[in-house]
């Protein structure tokens, strides 16, 4: 079977109150469709958890209008830990988030109104798209960023997650395991130099190489029309040394923990993960249960360790009251579902407007 890549399930990001940071992210970016909320034990990441395994509690939320979700983290049998030091854009790791917007000045001003921490103002990036920078309450830097493709419209100024920047030790020796393991084979701007718009941003002074990948594949898939086409920026500084954004702590801990891939044909990936000097560091081997949603995961990392998931489906919660769950694995992995029935995900929006 084909390997398919629908696009960027989630982004995990690490908090000390998963409930309070969900009312956040639903009211600012409209990630308010509960797909699950799930207390467990994490025994399969021992590798990146101190060779134990810890207690957590996570809510995966989507904005229905397009996007990849968030999968919100939180420590219960430890106390979750932030980087001893002040990230800079260029350290290596997720550095930012992207969150697509419908229009940007637009976004913009209304964040004005609700005192979110603005880092700039609108300005186009090298590629022609209007972008500009924030800040939420735990420190994660997020990239609003200008797209044209909208599932539905819920009346909401933004979608979700677009991509990511991730800092880069080397663009060069990064580009393989985007390009072939990810699957993104297409330059959008390659770029050098200092970066007004950066310049509030910590360590946005610097001097930096740029890429943004996007993707020449027509996007497949069950969930494919919900997440859209998504972008990757590699980041590399040239006038200081990098630090690892995760030094000396574990996976979960503060911050963005790993960006996760929804793919099918799992032989086939694994195959080219491997086949590209990327194998799988974690797996689940064939099915784990986060309580209301089910599937087969797996880790691995690009150069510099930053940790990218892969998550086939099997189970997806519609309507938890009267026990409707839609099982993946009895379809063909290749096409998309039917709008009804991605649109009926609908069904576990909690609004957190007010």
Not at 38 to 52: F, I, P
Not at 122 to 137: I, V, Y
Not at 218 to 223: R, S
């Amino acid at each position: 079977m084909e390997r398919i890549i629908s696009g960027i399930q989630q982004v995990g990001i690490g908090v000390t109150d998963a409930d309070q940071a969900f009312k956040w992210y639903s009211k600012i970016f409209g990630t308010d469709v509960v797909v699950f909320k799930d207390a467990a034990r994490a025994d399969l990441m021992k590798r990146y958890t101190g060779g134990e395994g810890h207690e957590r509690y996570a809510i995966l939320a989507l904005n229905m209008q397009s996007g990849g979700g968030f999968e919100i983290w939180q420590y219960t049998s430890r106390k979750s830990q932030p980087a001893a030091f002040e990230l800079q854009l260029g350290d290596l790791g997720i550095f930012a988030v992207k969150i697509k917007s419908k229009d940007v000045k637009a976004t913009y001003e209304y964040y004005k109104t609700q005192g979110v921490n603005l880092l700039s103002e609108p300005t186009k990036n090298p590629g022609g798209l209007e972008t500009f920078f924030m800040k939420d309450p735990y420190g994660n830097v997020f990239e609003i960023m200008e797209d044209h493709y909208w599932f539905v419209n819920t009346g909401d100024l933004t979608g979700a997650v677009c991509g990511v920047t991730i800092g880069v030790s080397s663009i060069e020796k990064a580009i393989p395991f985007y390009e072939k393991v990810l699957g993104y084979d297409k330059e959008l701007f390659v770029s050098e130099g200092e970066y007004p718009e950066f310049k509030n941003i910590p360590g946005g002074t610097h001097k930096f190489k740029r890429l943004l990948l996007g993707h020449k594949r027509e996007l497949t898939g069950a969930f494919s029309r919900l997440l859209g086409s998504t972008y990757i920026e590699l980041i590399e500084v040239t006038d200081r040394t990098p630090k690892k954004i995760f030094e000396n702590r574990y996976w979960g801990d503060q911050g963005f923990i790993h960006v996760c891939f929804d793919i099918n044909g799992y032989e086939e990936h694994e195959r080219i993960c491997n086949e590209s000097g990327f194998p799988f560091t974690v797996d689940s081997a064939n099915s784990f249960d986060m309580g209301e949603a089910a599937g087969h995961f797996s880790y691995n990392e690009d150069p510099d360790g930053t940790l990218i998931e892969y998550v086939e489906t099997h189970r997806v919660p519609i309507l938890k009251k009267i026990g409707w769950y839609l099982n993946l694995k009895k379809r063909n992995p290749a096409k998309p579902l039917p709008n009804w029935i991605v649109k009926s995900l609908g069904f576990s929006r909690v609004k957190e407007k007010s």
